[in-house]
Structures are given as structure tokens and as C-alpha cells.
């Protein structure tokens, strides 16, 4: 894992090698893992993130000539350069809408334009919010260097907006918030709703636990497909229940009027019992570690949030699920896939002395999917959005 002072070193050589001047400084986020709470941010529910290791680094300077300037040093091509006149929602398409829609949120405080130059290693599509730190990433830049009177829960706003509006992606506030708000040693207890958070402490170490994530390799978009299906039908199932937030709802009885003989019906029943039994896991998981439960106990229930969102929500994929299976049959405490679904990467709640063998044994599920070589890490809950030069 790369230090933050290397990391900082790394952007500001490349932004003066990109753009011939010198950056103004060097901001990070991180990615996220959710702990609990899949697909209920958007319905008003409760989320527990944790930031990995694994950050985006932005270096940004501001400019006079009016025009805005994005490059990147993982291989997406050459500079994308215009003028910040013309920044709209879709131009710039591809990875550069994601700052672009930031700058645009700020366009007032940045009337000369801004130069950014981006550097990750967050995996990209891997269901861990690498578009999340770039745009927070971005956020804070542009904050401290023009808005310093911006407050945190404004920095996730404004990075939700470049997201939700610019570039089209429906999601919620759980990735942005993760990025920005997480402390180390943590998980963020967030209401979605009520926009209340707690820092719940997690030590994984302490207990001999490792969260370990497997990247699927099997890409998503949030910006197309199946995330916005999800959304929609949780919108509908919330006005056919008289509800303006599925979150109202906190009785998987109350969702019997759903079931109305229609198969558009039995699948609203479905998308609906998700939400209000995640809501549910996610209380309970908090319930467990501010009592000082061993961590291992929040196992099975995270297996059942994997069950709830295979079988009512529908998002997860066939190696999505071999590599839950897998990790349980090795002995993990509980497994799950993460993220917004079709894709990315799944977690495993796992004892340090079982660490190679559940490895190993994922490992050996993907030789026999034909599915290449997985990509697996440990993380650790880490420290949200930041300055690093």
C-alpha cells in the first residue's frame, strides 16, 4: 500500500508534468467497504461503512484563462480540456464527468477554471465506490483552495450531486458519506434520513479478525442498468405501501398488501422485505458492537443480508456467490457481496489463523468457475477524505 506522503509526491510530479505549473495541493478519499446495509440508502435507511486503505488522490490548482482541465495517470486517455462556460450535465462524458460535476457545483468559487489531475488505486467497478473518492477527492480540494466554509455533510453533498445530476448515477448518500465522514478503527452508523451519524468502534485486529475483500472482476455501472431498476421498483413499492421512504416501514408484515397476485407485485414484495430486513441487520450488527459483543457474532447476519440480496433483491452474480460460499465452507464467520450489485466484490468476516486457508479456498472456486485469478485484500477501517500537501 502506498504511503500518503508517496502518494502526494506521485500526483504533484504529474500534475506539473501534465500541465507545466504546479499543483496547489494534494487531497485524498478512500473507498469503502459497507459492513451492512445494502440499497437502503436511498430509501431513507441505515448504513454501516467502513474507508479502506485504498484512496483517489487529486491534485488541483485553480487557473485564469477560464477553461477546466482533467487528466488521470490510469490510462484513460489524454487530457480532457474546455471551458468551464460550457460544463454541463454529460460534458464531459466518461471518468471526467464525475470532478467535472464537482467544479460545476462550485463554478462561482472557481471563475478562472481549475486544472486536476487524478490517481487511484481504489479498484475500479469493484462495487468499492471508486467513483465516490474521486469525487470527494475533488471536493475537498476545491473546498479548502475556494470554499473553506463548507462543512463536511456539504462536501458529500456536493460530490452526491455530481453523481446523482451530472453523470446520471442513482445513487444514494452511503459512498459519499463513507468517503467523507469514516474515522479509523470505525464504522460510520449513518441515518440516511435523519442525516445523524456515530462513529462505531472496530477493532477487527484486536479481536484477530481480518476483513478480507474479493474482487469478482466482474464489472458494474452505476450510471446504467439494474441500479436504477432497484431504485425505481423501491420507489414504487414505498407509494403503493402510502410511504414516502421504504424506512416508514419496520414490519415485514406491513408489506403483505404488495402481494397482490401480480408478478410486478411478488417482485415489489421482494425489492421491499430487502429494505426493511436490511434496516433491521444493520441495527442489529450496531446493537452488537456498542455492546462490546465479539466481532464475530455480526457473522451470520451478514450472511443473511448476502441471502436477502441474492434472492429479494436480485443483484448478485453466480461467482458473486461461489465466492460467499467458498469463504463460509473455509471457515469465515460470515460472507456477503457489497456494492450496488451485477458485479464487484464480496467480503469475508474471517479469523487472522484462517486467513490463508479461506484464500486459498476462493482461490481454488475461481479455478474451477474458470474465472481467472481473484484479486483479495485485507482492509482495515481507515480514515476518511483528507489533505495530504
Do not use: K
Not at 151 to 167: H, K, M, P, T
Not at 262 to 278: D, F, K, S, Y
Not at 289 to 306: E, F, K, Q, V, Y
Amino acid at each position: 500500500m502506498i504511503s500518503d506522503h508517496e502518494a502526494a509526491r506521485r500526483a504533484a510530479e504529474a500534475f506539473s508534468e501534465r500541465f507545466g505549473a504546479e499543483a496547489e495541493g494534494v487531497w485524498a478519499a478512500p473507498g469503502r467497504v459497507n459492513v451492512i446495509g445494502e440499497h437502503t440508502d436511498y430509501n431513507g435507511g441505515f448504513v454501516l461503512p467502513v474507508a479502506m486503505e485504498h484512496t483517489t488522490r487529486a491534485a488541483v490548482a485553480r487557473r485564469d484563462d477560464g477553461r477546466v482541465a482533467f487528466a488521470s495517470l490510469q490510462g484513460h486517455g489524454p487530457v480532457v480540456e474546455l471551458a468551464l462556460e460550457v460544463l454541463t450535465p454529460g460534458t464531459p462524458e466518461g471518468w471526467a464527468g464525475y470532478p467535472a460535476g464537482v467544479v460545476l457545483g462550485l463554478r462561482e468559487r472557481v471563475p478562472g477554471g481549475v486544472s486536476v489531475l487524478v490517481d487511484t488505486d481504489v479498484p475500479v467497478g469493484a462495487g468499492l465506490s471508486s467513483s465516490a473518492a474521486l469525487t470527494c477527492s475533488v471536493a475537498l480540494g476545491l473546498s479548502d483552495l475556494a470554499a473553506p466554509e463548507l462543512r463536511r455533510a456539504d462536501l458529500v453533498e456536493l460530490a452526491r450531486r455530481a453523481e446523482n445530476d451530472f453523470v446520471g448515477a442513482p445513487t444514494g448518500i452511503l459512498d459519499q458519506s463513507a468517503s467523507v465522514l469514516c474515522t479509523a478503527g470505525h464504522a460510520l452508523f449513518l441515518d440516511t434520513r435523519d442525516l445523524i451519524s456515530e462513529q462505531v468502534p472496530l477493532d477487527l485486529a484486536a479481536a484477530g479478525l481480518a476483513l478480507l475483500v474479493v474482487d469478482s472482476g466482474v464489472t458494474h455501472d452505476h450510471a446504467d442498468g439494474g441500479y436504477g431498476d432497484r431504485r425505481r421498483e423501491c420507489e414504487e413499492a414505498a407509494r403503493r405501501l402510502g410511504v414516502s421512504l421504504l424506512r416508514e416501514v419496520d414490519d415485514v408484515a406491513a408489506l403483505a398488501g404488495l402481494a397482490d397476485g401480480t408478478a410486478e407485485g411478488e417482485v415489489l414484495l421482494r425489492r421491499a422485505r430487502h429494505i426493511v430486513t436490511e434496516n433491521a441487520r444493520v441495527l442489529e450488527v450496531v446493537a452488537r458492537l456498542r455492546g462490546d459483543a465479539d466481532p464475530r457474532t455480526i457473522g451470520p447476519i451478514l450472511t443473511a443480508g448476502h441471502a436477502s440480496l441474492r434472492d429479494d433483491f436480485e443483484i448478485s452474480v453466480p461467482l458473486l456467490d461461489a465466492i460467499v460460499e467458498a469463504a463460509l465452507e473455509a471457515g469465515a464467520h460470515g460472507a456477503r457481496m457489497v456494492g450496488g450489485g451485477f458485479g464487484g466484490s464480496a467480503i469475508a468476516l474471517v479469523d487472522d489463523a484462517s486467513l490463508a486457508r479461506v484464500v486459498d479456498a476462493i482461490t481454488a472456486r475461481f479455478d474451477q468457475e474458470a474465472a481467472g485469478t481473484p484479486r483479495t485484500f485485507v482492509t482495515v477501517p481507515s480514515d476518511g477524505a483528507r489533505r495530504l500537501a
